[in-house]
């Protein structure tokens, strides 16, 4: 006799499939001038341009990372004259104060470790390395470099590599001491930029292909923020080619790349759902028939 397969045991199989994740929601956060409160947007991945989700209710917000197993959106902001560490509300932009990091300069760029779960982020001006609090928003210096230039944007790879950029490179270095590992200079020809105060000012890995996004400064009169305009880039941290995407939300001042489930396998896992609840609801009806007759 040929066994028929269970139903249930498929069904099971489906919906215990390894979701496969499609990066493609990028966040953005703006503000034109440093006393203007910051919004959040999302950015098309096509051609850069931005939605606005809304207003943070902080001041400066130039730095935000992901934690990717929990979905909680970091940023550091000003408000009251407090700098503290927020979560943003990715639906209607809100922030929410966890609490002081302690100094006043402002945070450039911030990364989250994915592996051991740390949160990260850069002090330009002091040149150094934090790592945050995510229940208080105390900040605990880890390292600090000297000679960096401008400073701007900070991010860890899916493999725990931590690159910033600066001036014109790309540097992989060691976040327990901040020692450079490797550099490549970014190759921003033919991308039509001109090279006025021109900054990389955030960026984050898409964890799926490894693809490194940023946002990209460029002003005709430096003195002027409202002459600034601002774009979404590619970056390759192999070889530093810098592909322009296109022209974005002025005032754009950081990047952060959520993962997102496959459409198709979400699909796939409803279906194996499905078909579990079936099976069961079908074999317990059995079992009731089988008992009644008894």
Same mark, same amino acid.
């Given at each position: 006799?040929?066994?028929?397969? $269970?139903?249930?045991?498929i069904?099971?199989?489906?919906?215990?499939?390894? #979701?496969?994740?499609?990066a493609?929601?990028?966040?953005?956060?703006?503000? #034109?001038?440093?006393?203007?409160?910051?919004?959040?947007y999302t950015?098309? %991945?096509?051609?850069?341009?931005?939605?606005l @989700? &809304?207003?943070?209710?902080?001041?400066?917000? !130039?730095?935000?990372?992901?934690n990717?197993s929990?979905?909680?959106?970091? &940023?550091?902001?000003?408000?009251?004259?407090?700098?503290s560490?927020?979560?943003i509300?990715?639906?209607t932009?809100?922030?929410t104060?966890?609490? /002081?990091?302690?100094?006043? $300069?402002?945070v450039?760029?911030?990364?989250?470790?994915?592996?051991?779960?740390?949160?990260? &982020?850069?002090?330009?001006? /002091?040149?150094k #390395?934090?790592?945050?609090?995510?229940?208080?928003?105390?900040?605990?210096?880890?390292?600090?470099?000297?000679?960096?230039? +401008?400073? +701007?944007?900070?991010?860890?790879?899916?493999?725990?590599?931590?690159?910033y950029?600066?001036a014109?490179?790309?540097?992989e #270095?060691? %976040?327990?001491?901040?020692?450079?590992?490797?550099?490549?200079?970014?190759?921003?020809?033919?991308?039509?930029?001109?090279?006025?105060?021109?900054?990389?000012?955030?960026?984050d890995?898409?964890?799926?292909?490894?693809?490194?996004?940023?946002?990209?400064?460029? &002003?005709?009169? !430096?003195?002027?923020?409202?002459?600034?305009?601002?774009?979404?880039?590619?970056i390759?941290?192999?070889?530093?080619? @810098?592909?322009?995407?296109?022209?974005?939300?002025?005032?754009?001042?950081s @990047?952060?790349?959520?993962?997102?489930?496959?459409p198709?396998?979400?699909?796939?896992m409803?279906?194996?759902?499905?078909?579990v609840?079936? +099976?069961?609801?079908?074999?317990?009806?059995?079992?009731?028939?089988?008992? +009644?007759?008894a």
């Amino acid at each position: 006799m040929t066994r028929r397969p $269970n139903a249930f045991r498929i069904g099971l199989l489906l919906a215990m499939l390894p #979701i496969a994740l499609n990066a493609q929601l990028i966040y953005g956060t703006a503000y #034109i001038s440093n006393g203007e409160a910051s919004s959040l947007y999302t950015l098309n %991945p096509t051609n850069g341009q931005a939605s606005l @989700v &809304g207003a943070i209710g902080f001041t400066r917000v !130039s730095g935000i990372t992901i934690n990717r197993s929990t979905g909680i959106l970091y &940023g550091v902001g000003r408000s009251d004259g407090i700098q503290s560490l927020i979560t943003i509300n990715t639906s209607t932009g809100a922030g929410t104060a966890v609490g /002081s990091v302690g100094f006043t $300069n402002n945070v450039t760029d911030m990364a989250f470790r994915q592996s051991d779960q740390k949160l990260y &982020g850069f002090d330009r001006r /002091s040149g150094k #390395i934090v790592t945050f609090d995510t229940t208080t928003g105390a900040a605990t210096t880890v390292a600090t470099i000297s000679g960096l230039g +401008s400073v +701007s944007a900070l991010a860890f790879s899916s493999s725990g590599k931590l690159y910033y950029a600066h001036a014109g490179t790309l540097d992989e #270095i060691d %976040p327990s001491n901040g020692s450079v590992i490797a550099t490549v200079t970014l190759n921003f020809a033919g991308v039509g930029l001109n090279s006025n105060s021109p900054r990389i000012n955030g960026m984050d890995f898409d964890p799926t292909s490894g693809t490194l996004w940023g946002s990209f400064a460029q &002003g005709g009169d !430096s003195s002027n923020p409202n002459d600034y305009i601002n774009h979404l880039f590619k970056i390759d941290p192999l070889t530093g080619a @810098v592909v322009k995407i296109g022209l974005s939300v002025q005032g754009l001042e950081s @990047v952060a790349v959520a993962a997102l489930p496959e459409p198709a396998t979400t699909a796939l896992m409803v279906l194996g759902l499905s078909i579990v609840g079936f +099976s069961a609801r079908w074999r317990f009806s059995r079992i009731a028939r089988n008992k +009644s007759v008894a």
